[in-house]
């Protein structure tokens, strides 16, 4: 009976042990949990500034200094839109010239608009970042995502910066017509392919010998339809 006792009391003292262990334990991760999660939070609020601060301030450090207030662009001014004009109307509305901005005049200027969001605008009012990830010999033709930016003379409705989709149509500098001479002159020797970036057709047409002439009989026919282009994807010039 003694023997059976002391087993019971060792097995509480066990249970009791290890719940102090696991309590422990629990209390010590939330401690750890609430510290980081603080610092994280602490960090956040002193790294981070609102994206819209800062295309405030890009489109403020594009302003002009030391000039006339009439003269600045729409990046530089804050008008009050009417929300109910109607769609490609044309209106007259107040504009502020912003605060951190240093020009001399009137800040309060009139300016003429065409009742429309910036993203409406025709393609040459406003300037998109071009790119050349893309191939534009695609078939079907390829588009990419890029920033517009509407030019400083159009007054719109909404952010000026905008996303905008776009047909790959870049160039690197290949001339159709180099490479139409290259293809009957030397085309049995790989120049043209050569002169493309077609590195790997260009050696097998040097060392043989343009396919026996087949192969450059193939690629005047090419690329006097365009069908052949420059190994980058990019367009002619």
């Known amino acids: ?3 059976m006792n002391v087993v019971r009391i060792n097995s509480k003292n066990v249970i009791f042990l290890i719940l102090g262990i696991l309590s422990t334990t629990i209390k010590q991760a939330h401690m750890g949990y609430e510290s980081i999660a603080s610092y994280a939070l602490k960090d956040a609020n002193t790294n981070s500034t609102p994206a819209f601060s800062n295309r405030k301030e890009e489109s ?5 200094t030391g000039g006339q207030c009439s003269e600045l662009g729409g ?15 044309i209106y007259k509305v107040n504009c502020t010239v912003l605060d951190q901005v240093d020009c001399i ?5 009139e300016k003429t608009f065409m009742c429309r969001y910036c ?10 970042q071009q790119k050349n990830s893309c191939s534009s010999i695609a078939s079907p033709q390829q588009y990419y995502r890029t920033n517009c ?3 400083s003379d159009v007054i719109c409705l909404g952010r000026r910066t905008f996303l905008k989709n776009l047909p790959c149509n870049w160039t690197g500098g290949y001339r159709w017509s ?8 030397l085309g049995g020797f790989g120049a043209d392919r050569f002169y493309l970036g077609h590195w790997q057709e260009g050696i097998g047409k040097l060392f043989s010998f343009g396919g026996l002439g087949v192969w450059t009989l193939i690629d005047v026919m090419l690329i ?14």
Request: aromatic residues 12%.
């Open 178 to 185: 180099t490479a139409f001479i290259l293809s009957i002159t």
């Open 60 to 64: 403020i450090n594009l302003c002009p």
């Open 105 to 109: 005049g009137e800040t309060t200027i």
């Open 75 to 89: 990046e530089c001014l804050k008008c009050n839109f009417n929300a109910n004009c109607v769609y490609g109307d």
């Open 1 to 3: 009976m003694f023997g």
């Open 224 to 237: 006097s339809m365009r069908y052949l282009g420059p190994a980058d994807g990019s367009l002619y010039i």
């Open 149 to 151: 930016t509407v030019n």
């Open 119 to 128: 993203y409406q605008t025709e393609h040459w009012e406003h300037k998109c």
